[in-house]
């Protein structure tokens, strides 16, 4: 009854401000961190979730701004599958020498009006989540690089510069992006491949700048990785202090990247307690903070410049988190797919090697439909699964591979 009533106030609230005018900023060409910010998190446009109007506002002052910076810029439509919901990643370029390009994203949608199941922290509570940190601030980063770099014809790698949708519901932009990079409009030529992407820069919350601090992840991603900060360090004259995360995987659109063996850099100013709630709003953002960020964003992409053959990929070990976080005594050794993309069962997004899921023989996209006797229908039934396991079983795996029924034996 109580999500029904939820629902229901959904729709009235929805109405009330369909019905109203939708007012928003307007900006001339020079465009701060600041301003971006506040457009993107503007009531008016009702926490930007995917498929609604103002996720349609969001993606389409993006594009004009990439437009005014003469960047080509184009909208990459997709549906989110649960839901049947059509959405837009946004992107503009400028080439390099090299013909490989280094992508420079953020998530532009947030949370719409809450409720049960949006991922609200508050899913009781029926209110607009404007996500000013999460993620205003990594578009508004997105925006001044591309602003840093529009007008350079120096580059050895090209730039795009992306804004994902649908982030909040499990990184589906990005994935489809990196999924379809043939169908890309970029200055000059029509589509690359992964081979052609050098690395992936990722801003997620970086509007709460504390004491200097921010984490960079993605730091093990890469051989060439402590020369490349050592030089943005150094050129930035260390104003920022750097925690490093080795990690590539993570629940944010550079993971998209990182499965697909580019190495990655993520950004960010961590989570506060605004984190998925409505008061995460844009009065509370260190907008100098923005651009200090991305200033070192910007130098990190320059000392990729210096590597014309591209960097040397390097695996990291998976987090023993996610889903780990409910206590669980053991894991097979994978990175589940928590989007719902598949109906019937649990798309493990990356099997990680030396593992036992890789040991068995496991592989990235293996679709699981049964652990021992446990038919796992979602994430919830296979977290159920792994707390009935412990150290030393051998497990009984069933996969969909390419339509086809497969057993593994799992060792743990």
């Known amino acids: 009854m109580k999500r029904i009533l939820l629902a229901g106030a959904v729709l009235a609230l929805c109405g009330m401000l369909e019905a109203q005018e939708l007012k928003v900023p307007k900006f001339g060409k020079r465009l701060s961190s600041q301003q971006a910010v506040e457009y993107l998190a503007h009531d008016a446009l009702q926490g930007r979730d995917g498929g609604t109007r103002g996720d349609t506002l969001a993606s389409d002052f993006i594009l004009r701004q990439l437009e005014k910076l003469g960047l080509n810029p184009h909208k990459q439509p997709f549906t989110i599958k649960r839901g049947n919901i059509s959405t837009f990643n946004v992107y503009g370029s400028i080439p390099g020498r090299s013909g490989k390009y280094i992508v420079v994203g953020a998530h532009y949608d947030h949370l719409g009006m809450g409720g049960q199941g949006s991922g609200s922290r508050r899913p009781d509570t029926l209110a607009i989540h404007n996500g000013a940190d999460d993620n205003a601030s990594g578009v508004a980063g997105v925006l001044y690089l591309a602003k840093h770099f529009a007008k350079r014809k120096d580059l050895q790698h090209g730039i795009i510069f992306a804004a994902f949708g649908a982030e909040e519901r499990g990184i589906v932009g990005s994935k489809n992006m990196v999924e379809n990079l043939q169908e890309l409009e970029l200055s000059g030529r029509k589509g690359i491949s992964v081979k052609d992407i050098v690395a992936m820069v990722n801003f997620d919350m970086i509007g709460r700048l504390r004491n200097k601090a921010i984490t960079l992840g993605g730091t093990g991603t890469a051989k060439e990785m402590d020369a490349i900060i050592a030089g943005a360090s150094h ?27 580019i190495p990655v850099f993520y950004l960010t100013t961590g989570s506060t307690e605004d984190y998925h709630t409505p008061d995460d709003d844009s009065h509370k953002i260190n907008f100098g903070g923005i651009d200090s960020v991305a200033t070192f964003a910007a130098l990190l992409v320059e000392q ?87 150290k030393g079983d051998l497990v009984k795996v069933k996969v969909l591979r390419e339509g086809k029924e497969m057993q593994f034996d799992v060792q743990l």
Do not use: C, W
Not at 236 to 257: C, I, W, Y
Not at 310 to 329: C, Q
């Open 235 to 261: 050129r930035m004259g260390n104003a920022l202090k750097v925690t490093r995360s080795e990690q590539g995987h993570g629940p944010s659109d550079h993971s998209a990247f990182y499965a697909q063996n």
């Open 304 to 390: 990729v410049q210096e590597y014309p053959g591209g960097l040397t990929f390097t695996e990291t070990a998976a987090p023993e988190a996610s889903p780990m976080r409910g206590g669980f005594k053991v894991s097979l050794g994978l990175m589940p797919d928590v989007t719902g993309q598949v109906e019937n069962g649990l798309r493990a997004e990356i099997i990680v090697k030396g593992k036992p899921a890789y040991k068995a023989g496991m592989k990235n996209g293996d679709v699981i439909i049964q652990v021992n006797d446990i038919v796992i229908k979602d994430i919830q039934v296979y977290m159920q699964a792994l707390g009935t396991l412990k």
